[in-house]
C-alpha cells in the first residue's frame, strides 16, 4: 500500500520528524540524497512503528510509493538545497502533488517558490529542535489555506499539544508561517540574550557561582518566568565538563554562533519601519560576541569593564523582576512587529492563535505565552504591554528593570537587551517626544516640512532664510 506522505532530508531534525508521523500512525516514505543513511534511518527505527516507515532509494521511487495527490516534506538546508530539491522533484510530480518546505526558510524565498511553481506549496515553521520535531514540535503554516488542510491531520498529529490542543496552525498565505517563525527565532535570540545578561549579573556583579547561579534560575522556573529556556539554563549553569571537572560554562567559549534567523527578523523590522530593539540588541550582542579578538584588543587597551556591584545595590530579586519586565517588553515588540506586517503583506496574522501555537513544543514556550494568547485577544489592536494583564505585570517590575540596568550600566556590566527594553519603554510613554528636534533639522537643511503641534497644520517651514 502506499504512504500517506514523503519526506526528504533525514538529517538530525527530518529524522527526528519521520519517526514522529510514523509514530503517530501514519505510513511514511523517506528519502535521503545519501542512500546509505536512508537504510540505516530505516534499520534504526523502533520495531513498533518501523513497519509504517518505508524507505526509497531514488527520488522516483519515493514519488510512486506515495498515495495520490501527494505530500513530500522537505527537511534540507535552508537556502540553495530547496531550491535544488525542488527542481529534480517537480518533473516526477502530478500538477496536484504538494511541496512542503519545514526547514528554516527566508519567508521572502518561500514567497517566490509558491509564486513560481504550479505545484501547492507550504512553507511551515517547525521549532523545538531534535526532541521537539520527534516528541512534538511547535508548527507555523503558512500557503494557500486548502493545501494547509490536505496535511493538516499529520502536522496536527505531530505536534506539541497544550491541553491536547495541537500547537499546529494555518497562520496565513504565501510565507507567513516561515515568516512568524523568523519572528519565533528573533525572540527566542533576544530572551537567549536577556537571560544571558542576568546571568552575567550574578557571575560578575553579585559574585555568584555556577551552582547558586542554577539554583536561581531553577526558583526563577516555578514563578512567572517559568519556560523551557530559563529550565535550561538551570541546566546548563549546573553541568560539570566531564574532561576537568570543572563547571561546563567555564569551558564553553563566549562567542555565539547563529544561522541567521534571528538577523532577518531585525532585517524584516526595519523593512516594515517596525521598531524591535531588544531583537536588535540581541542580535548585534551575539555579533559582538563572535568578535573575540576585538574584545580581548579593547580589553587591553581599555580595561577590563565589569566591577563587581556593591553589597546591597542589587538583589536577585530585582535581576529576576527586571528579566520579567524585558521579556514582556520583548515580547510586546514582536506581537507588533507580526500585526505590521499582517498589515503590510495583507495576511490577517491571528496573534493570539500565534501565542497559542508558541505554547508547547517550541524553543520560547513558556507559561507566559498563555497568558499572551489571553491578552492579545482580550485586547486586539493593541500592544500587549497596554493590554491590563500585562499592563499591571509592568507597573509591578518596571522599577526593577531601571534598578537592574543603571546599576549595571554604573557597573560597566553590558545589559544591551535589557537597556534597549527600558529604553523603549520610555519612549513609548512619552507623549511628548524630541523628533520636534529632528523635525526642524530636516526642515532646516532639506525643507522636509513638519507639522504644527497648535493648528496641526502639516508641510510648515521655519523662518531658515531669517537665521
Ligand atoms: C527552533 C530553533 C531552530 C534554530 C536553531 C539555531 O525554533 O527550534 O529556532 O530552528 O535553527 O536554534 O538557531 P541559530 O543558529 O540561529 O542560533
Known amino acids: 500500500s502506499k504512504s500517506e506522505v514523503g519526506l526528504i532530508g533525514l538529517g538530525t531534525m527530518g529524522a527526528a520528524l519521520a519517526l514522529n508521523i510514523a509514530e503517530k500512525g501514519h505510513a511514511i516514505s523517506v528519502w535521503n540524497r545519501t542512500g546509505s543513511k536512508t537504510t540505516a534511518f530505516a534499520d534504526s527505527a523502533p520495531d513498533s512503528f518501523a513497519d509504517r516507515i518505508t524507505p526509497t532509494q531514488t527520488l522516483e521511487d519515493l514519488v510512486a510509493s506515495l498515495a495520490s495527490p501527494r505530500a513530500i516534506i522537505l527537511m534540507v538546508p535552508a537556502g540553495d538545497a530547496v531550491d535544488q530539491q525542488i527542481e529534480a522533484l517537480v518533473p516526477l510530480l502530478d500538477p496536484e502533488d504538494a511541496i512542503i518546505d519545514a526547514g528554516n526558510a527566508n519567508f ?26 520527534r516528541h512534538g ?35 496565513g498565505d504565501e510565507g507567513a ?20 545578561e542576568a546571568y552575567g549579573l550574578m557571575r560578575d556583579g553579585l559574585g555568584m557561582g555556577p551552582g547558586d547561579i542554577a539554583d536561581a534560575f531553577t526558583r526563577w522556573n516555578e514563578g512567572p518566568l517559568q519556560s523551557y529556556l530559563i529550565e535550561i539554563s538551570a541546566k546548563v549553569a549546573r553541568a560539570t565538563d566531564v574532561e576537568t571537572g570543572r563547571p561546563l ?11 541567521g534567523t ?34 580581548i584588543e579593547l580589553e587591553q587597551i581599555f580595561g577590563r569593564a565589569p566591577n563587581s556591584i556593591p553589597q546591597g ?50 524553543i520560547i514556550r513558556s507559561a507566559m505565552l498563555d497568558d499572551m494568547a489571553e491578552a492579545l485577544s482580550k485586547a486586539p489592536n493593541h500592544s500587549l504591554i497596554a493590554s491590563p494583564f500585562f499592563a499591571d505585570h509592568m507597573r509591578r517590575t518596571h522599577d526593577s528593570l531601571r534598578n537592574m540596568v543603571s546599576t549595571a550600566v554604573r ?30 533639522q530636516r526642515d532646516f537643511f532639506g525643507l522636509h516640512g513638519f507639522a504644527r503641534t497648535d493648528d496641526g497644520r502639516s508641510d510648515q517651514h521655519g523662518p531658515w532664510g531669517n537665521t
Open 108 to 133: 521572502r524565498d518561500t514567497n517566490r517558490r509558491m509564486r513560481d511553481l504550479t505545484q501547492p506549496f507550504l512553507g511551515i515553521g517547525v521549532s523545538g529542535g531534535e526532541d521537539g520535531a
Open 137 to 171: 514540535p511547535s508548527i507555523m503554516g503558512g500557503g494557500p489555506r486548502k493545501t494547509w488542510d490536505r496535511v493538516a491531520t499529520i502536522l496536527k498529529d505531530i505536534a506539541a499539544k497544550h491541553d491536547g490542543e495541537p500547537c499546529a496552525e494555518w497562520l
Open 177 to 196: 508561517g516561515h515568516f512568524v517563525k523568523a519572528v519565533h527565532n528573533g525572540i527566542e535570540y533576544a530572551d537567549m540574550q536577556l537571560i544571558a
Open 249 to 259: 560554562l567555564e569551558i564553553i567559549e563566549d562567542a555565539a554562533g547563529q544561522k
Open 262 to 295: 534571528g538577523r532577518w527578523t531585525a532585517i524584516e523590522a526595519q523593512h516594515l519601519a517596525a521598531p524591535v530593539p531588544v531583537i536588535e540588541a540581541a542580535v548585534a550582542a551575539r555579533n559582538m560576541s563572535a568578535r573575540k579578538a576585538q574584545r
Open 313 to 362: 545595590a542589587l538583589s536577585l530579586d530585582t535581576i529576576e523582576q527586571a528579566l520579567i519586565c524585558g521579556k514582556i517588553l520583548c515580547y510586546s515588540q514582536g506581537f507588533d512587529m507580526l500585526a505590521a506586517a499582517s498589515q503590510e503583506f495583507s495576511w490577517s496574522l491571528d496573534l493570539p492563535a500565534i501565542a497559542r501555537v508558541w505554547r508547547e513544543g517550541c
Open 411 to 440: 557597573s560597566g556590566a553590558p545589559v544591551p537587551a535589557h537597556a534597549a527594553a527600558l529604553a523603549a519603554f520610555d519612549t513609548q510613554r512619552t507623549t511628548r517626544g524630541t523628533a520636534n528636534m529632528i523635525q526642524g
